[in-house]
């Protein structure tokens, strides 16, 4: 049975929690809100699928993979999907067709007061609840059954998720029911922990004296394509508030992350979607307006069959995938130095604490600044 001594070894896919028969496993948040599963003794009958079905490791399945992606700087045609979706709307493009087919997708949205979990989606208006990027791990419970349901009645199905979440995904529903499942991951750097973003929510309504009602994590239209900030709107204050993203060093990653093994172009999906940083050595003119583009990689030969079907609903031009290859295709995102100090604090001290000793607000920070500052005038003497 799953065991998990070394919490870095565990991406709380829920496969192993999905795979069981006896519903022995559950999965249990620790500190910071990451879930992991845990086996009831009682219940277990030790037939070990719960060990075979995890991917989280160097071999997971890569047999459905083209020799190399194809790579493709690539943009919707229509704006409005543009300004609203996190890049280039690729994720867009390609879930209207599997709607249009009558089919179902799932994809990162929101339940009771803006927790992070999969939904599953059957028309265009429930799908773009998932426009966006959601930088928090989300809730799978009871997903994967959920699509191998949906596989098992005969529905064609896109899943979108981060890689280890398609990896999982993947080997959960197994080589049969696989032909009619369409994997889309992201380019992902690390998640942040779930309790840490109810809590940040939580601390921004006391400070506002009102309830958010509407949050954006990125948001592109106020502040543009590059720029990481949130944008919340709070029931009563009529215009919005914005606030540097707390967490941008890393320090509430789930530990997985310091050592995910799918941050390479070796990826468990058939295709990979991504904001297309340095577009400009592959077309100067796709992205001039600095609207944003995706990265678009298609991996598997399905992935080719869709995204032949789909393209003219874009602007693609060809890539050599050399020219696309940011940090997190070639390596895992690296552990903060603090991070087990950080979770401690949180702990110990809660929410408040960890915001004003590490991120970006307080006395502290502005003295971490300073000393940058010294550090760089003095570099340059
Ligand atoms: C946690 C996280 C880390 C990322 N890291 C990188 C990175 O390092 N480099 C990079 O280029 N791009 C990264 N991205 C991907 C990028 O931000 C865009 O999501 C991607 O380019 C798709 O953009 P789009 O315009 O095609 O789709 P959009 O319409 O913006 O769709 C967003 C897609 O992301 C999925 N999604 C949203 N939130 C989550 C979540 N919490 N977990 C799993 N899936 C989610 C949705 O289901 C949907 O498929 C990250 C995204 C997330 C959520
Ligand atoms: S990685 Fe997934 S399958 Fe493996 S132990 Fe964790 S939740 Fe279970
Ligand atoms: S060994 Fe079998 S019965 Fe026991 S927890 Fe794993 S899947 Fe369930
Ligand atoms: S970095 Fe890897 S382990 Fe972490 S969420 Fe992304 S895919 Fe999963």
Redesign the pocket.
């Known amino acids: 049975m799953i065991q998990i001594t070394d919490k870095s070894q565990c991406c709380g896919c829920t496969a192993c929690a999905s795979i069981c028969a006896h519903d022995a496993i559950t999965m249990q948040p620790d500190a910071l809100g990451f879930l992991y599963p845990v086996v009831d003794k009682g219940k277990c009958v030790d037939c070990g699928l719960c060990e075979k079905v995890c991917a989280f490791n160097d071999h997971y399945d890569t047999s459905l993979n083209l020799d190399k992606p194809l790579a493709y700087a690539a943009r919707h045609k229509d704006m409005k999907e543009v300004e609203t ?8 493009a390609i879930s209207d067709y599997i709607l249009e087919q009558g089919g179902v997708v799932y ?2 949205g929101y339940t009771d007061h803006f927790r ?1 979990v999969h939904k599953r989606a059957t028309t265009k208006e429930g799908r773009d609840e ?9 809730d799978l419970t009871g997903v994967f059954r959920q699509v191998k349901k949906d596989l098992k009645d005969g529905f064609t199905v896109l899943f ?3 890689p280890c ?1 398609t990896a999982g995904l993947h080997s959960y529903v197994g080589k049969k029911l696989r032909a009619n499942l369409i994997l ?1 991951d ?4 690390g ?1 942040p922990g779930p309790y840490l973003w109810r809590d940040y929510l939580a601390y921004l309504e006391k400070k506002q004296g009102d309830k958010i009602c509407w949050v954006n994590f990125r948001d592109k239209q106020e502040f543009g394509w590059r720029a990481h900030k949130e944008t919340f709107k709070f029931v009563n204050g009529g215009g919005k508030m914005s606030f540097t993203y707390l967490f941008y060093q890393h320090i509430m990653f789930r530990h997985s992350c310091g050592v995910c093994p799918y941050t390479n172009t070796k990826r468990p999906s058939d295709i990979t ?3 297309f ?1 340095g577009w400009e050595k592959t077309d100067p003119n796709i992205n001039a307006d600095d609207k ?1 583009v ?2 678009v990689l298609v991996n598997t030969e399905k992935g080719r069959e869709i995204f032949d079907v789909i393209k003219d609903r874009m602007t693609v031009i060809p890539a050599r995938l050399e020219d696309c290859l ?1 940090p ?1 295709l070639k390596h895992p995102s690296p552990e903060n130095v603090h991070r087990t100090k950080f979770e401690k604090a949180y702990k110990k001290y809660g929410f408040k604490y960890v915001y004003y000793r590490y991120g970006n607000v307080g006395p502290i920070y502005k003295l971490r600044q300073m000393k940058l500052f010294i550090k760089k005038k003095l570099k340059f003497r």
């Open positions: 979706s996190r890049s280039g709307a690729a994720f867009i994809g990162v992070v998932f426009k966006g990027s959601k930088y928090v791990q989300s979108s998720g981060t979440q889309v992201i380019v992902c750097h998640v979607i991504a904001d940083w944003g995706s990265l940011q997190n």
